[in-house]
């Protein structure tokens, strides 16, 4: 069955560091999804990546979609104590099924 | 109004109980999803509706029964619970994905924390 992994499963950075974290799926996706989810929170939606080698801004977000449509990545610039929390990716893999497989997330801690 | 709302917020059960989980969207949308987090993993899909339809089940055990009486509500029958169940169920909603490679973003509601004893 399809697989998302995401590294690092943690990270820790003092304030104003940068941040990535990478998203891998062991088969091609059609679309893929970011979400954070904040401590004692539920997932909010970030952002959809469709193309392939796409690559979307917001502020000092910015997330990659790979050329093989099997691996993405979000990286933040110059990290905020309201970065906190737990990033997902989630992979679509087509059809009318409105089905997402999420990865395995990275909890980003934030030191001021 | 973008809210996905969930009742109730905490629930602790019995391994003899049964419970409800409900959840309510007024956004429109007619996909909606079930999952469940365990804590420090990710959301794990249960059941999929369109159209008040269960489109998808992932397996789920039996002990679990969904319900959609209607285009906003969606409900989580439990019976027979075991412990390894404890864990937030999370409700989501969004557009109909119609096959394209594009999806639909999913709107989540708070969740309800479950504790099965």
């Known amino acids: 069955g399809q697989q998302v992994m995401q590294i690092p499963q943690y990270q820790h950075v003092q304030e104003g560091e940068d941040f990535t974290t990478y998203c891998n799926s062991s088969?091609?996706?059609?679309?893929i999804q970011w979400y954070k989810q904040r401590p004692g929170g539920h997932p909010v939606f970030l952002i959809q990546?469709?193309?392939?080698?796409e690559v979307k801004k917001q502020k000092r977000l910015t997330f990659q979609f790979g050329e093989a449509k099997k691996n993405s990545s979000l990286h933040i610039t110059a990290t905020q104590t309201t970065d906190v929390g737990t990033y997902f990716c989630?992979?679509?893999?087509?059809?009318?099924?409105?089905?997402?497989?999420f990865g395995t997330g990275t909890l980003l801690a934030v030191q001021p | 109004d973008t809210e996905v709302t969930q009742t109730p917020k905490h629930l602790v059960m019995g391994m003899t109980n049964k419970k409800s989980l409900k959840c309510e969207q007024h956004?429109?949308?007619?996909?909606m999803y079930w999952y469940k987090q365990k804590a420090k993993k990710p959301p794990e899909l249960m059941f999929v509706?369109?159209?008040?339809?269960?489109?998808i089940n992932e397996s789920v055990p039996s002990r679990f029964s969904p319900e959609c009486p209607n285009s906003s509500l969606l409900n989580l029958h439990l019976h027979a619970l075991q412990p390894e169940d404890s864990a937030l169920y999370l409700c989501?909603?969004?557009?109909?994905?119609?096959?394209?490679?594009?999806?639909?973003?999913?709107?989540f509601g708070p969740g309800t924390r479950l504790t099965v004893l």
């Open positions: 088969t091609t996706l059609s679309n």
């Open positions: 989501a909603s969004s557009q109909v994905d119609m096959g394209l490679s594009s999806y639909n973003e999913q709107f």
């Open positions: 990546l469709v193309k392939s080698g």
């Open positions: 989630a992979g679509g893999y087509g059809g009318a099924t409105n089905k997402l497989i």
């Open positions: 956004m429109g949308h007619r996909a």
């Open positions: 509706y369109s159209y008040e339809k269960l489109s």
